[in-house]
């Protein structure tokens, strides 16, 4: 079993940053390729980035340059720093990972960018 919960969501001017954690069990964080999603309502989830089980990272056209994923072994988690923030960037952000062919995900935590 997997455990992922997120924090660190909250309200920010357009322009400003975040920085989301992502607490995960076990070292599933250096055992599998882990990813942050971001849902709107009435929309599908969509990819934000990857980080793989060894450190790289991948983004999404729309917030390269942006947000930059990251983790700290020791204390198992997960990072998604969010800088430049936009109004579009409003969504239930999610961590996800796979073990054995099954996906886990966090409970989400809702991040709102006002213009």
């Known amino acids: 079993q997997v455990q992922l919960v997120e924090s660190g969501g909250g309200l920010v001017q357009a322009g400003g940053s975040l920085s989301l954690s992502c607490a995960t069990s076990g070292t599933i964080i250096v055992l599998a390729n882990m990813g942050w999603y971001r849902q709107t309502p009435g929309k599908q989830r969509e990819l934000v980035g990857t980080?793989?089980?060894?450190?790289?990272?991948n983004y999404a056209d729309s917030v390269k340059g942006r947000f930059t994923i990251s983790r700290d072994i020791r204390k198992n988690t997960l990072y998604l720093q969010m800088n430049s923030l936009k109004p579009e960037d409003t969504a239930v952000y999610y961590c996800t990972t796979r073990k054995l062919s099954r996906d886990y995900w966090g409970q989400g935590t809702q991040v709102t960018v006002s213009s």
């Open positions: 980080i793989t089980y060894d450190g790289k990272t």
